[in-house]
Every structure is written in C-alpha cells, then in structure tokens.
C-alpha cells in the first residue's frame, strides 16, 4: 500500500502520534506552517510535515522546550557544531537538574528521618514545622 501523498490535520495527526490541537498549537508558535487553505475542501499536508513534528515530539522527550526546537529547526542541517553545542548545553542543563533534585531527594529523607524520630506524632508534625519555616534556613533546617 502506497503511503499517502498528502494528510488532512487529522490524518497528519495520527500519523505524527499527537492531537489535532497539538498540531494547531505548532502552527499558532510558527515550529510548522499551515498550508494555504484551498477554495475547497481542506488543506493539505505534505509528508514532510509528519517528519517535522516527529522531530518536535522526540527533542520535546529530550528535554528540549519549544523554543530551542525552533533554535535547532532554524539551524537545520549544514550546522552541526552549533547543534552540537545547543545539545551540550542541553546536558548541562539536565545535569544541574539532576543534581538539584538529588538535593531535594536528600533534603526530603533528612525530614522524613526528623519526623519518625519525633515521639509526638498524633501531636506535632516535624515536617510541617521545618516547611513552614522562614525562608532564612535551608529544607533540613540550616540557616542559610
């Protein structure tokens, strides 16, 4: 079976794996164009498109916001050092990430440990005290 020479929203949609509203919301921020509107009927879609918002869903599962895809499909290829930089930083944003949610993960057992080792727990909430805090002290109670 020949694949199709041109989608309507729908189809483009399903063939992409995303809503029509997914697709429509592309449009409005300009990372795909809407076809020109024929006097009749719908507009059509070329194959190419399903490529391009396969290529948006997948850097949007690496992590890449809306705007440094535009950044990358604006480069497209020919420029490979300044993609190569854009993914660099990408890691090292994920990175810095990572190291702050493990922060957080640590922050979270030293209070669950203050709050099990507390004996008036029907009474007071360590947890609840420590969170209510000013914002003078770190999430484990440290003055900043």
């Known amino acids: ?3 199709p020479k041109t989608f309507t929203i729908g189809k483009l949609a399903t063939a992409a794996d995303v809503n029509v509203e997914t697709i429509r919301y592309y449009q ?3 990372l795909i164009k809407e076809p020109a509107k024929p006097d009749q009927g719908y507009r059509q879609y070329s194959p190419q498109y399903v490529s391009r918002v396969r290529f948006i869903k997948r850097a949007k599962q ?3 916001s809306l705007k440094e895809i535009r950044e990358l499909l604006d480069l497209g290829d020919g420029h490979c050092q ?5 993914a660099r930083l990408k890691v090292t944003m994920i990175e810095e990430r990572l190291k702050d ?5 640590s922050a979270l057992i030293d209070l ?3 709050c ?4 008036d727990k029907d009474i007071h909430c360590a ?5 209510g805090r000013e914002l003078s002290t770190d999430m484990a109670g440290n003055p900043k």
């Open 28 to 30: 409005r921020l300009a």
């Open 1 to 3: 079976m020949d694949a």
């Open 116 to 119: 099990e080792a507390t004996d």
């Open 82 to 86: 300044e993609v190569q930089q854009l």
């Open 127 to 131: 947890l609840i005290e420590v969170l």
């Open 112 to 114: 669950l440990a203050q």
């Open 62 to 64: 690496l992590g890449f």
């Open 101 to 105: 949610l493990h922060s957080m993960q």
